[in-house]
């Protein structure tokens, strides 16, 4: 079983996720601040955002794009998420 978490976007305690989606700093933060039902939301949202802007994710300026969204939709804070 997942642990629960208190997640910042939905603010309610929820189950998280099993395991770290992400690489590095982001997905720990993920990892410790998501609920799975925002995070599922934020993989159909992203998905979008990847076909709507074209972007590429073997590019680095797309994948820093893709992470400041994600953060501004997750309501994740900027200061700890940088080192990702
Ligand atoms: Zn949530």
Do not use: Y
């Amino acid at each position: 079983m997942p642990a629960t978490v208190l997640c910042a976007r939905c603010q309610e305690e929820k189950p998280g996720l099993e395991s770290a989606p992400l690489g590095g700093a982001n997905g720990a933060l993920v990892l410790e601040n998501v609920c799975a039902d925002c995070w599922a939301e934020w993989r159909e949202t992203s998905a979008q955002l990847i076909n709507h802007h074209g972007l590429v994710l073997g590019n680095p300026h797309h994948r820093s794009q893709l992470r400041q969204a994600m953060r501004e939709f997750l309501a994740l804070d900027e200061e700890e998420a940088e080192a990702g």
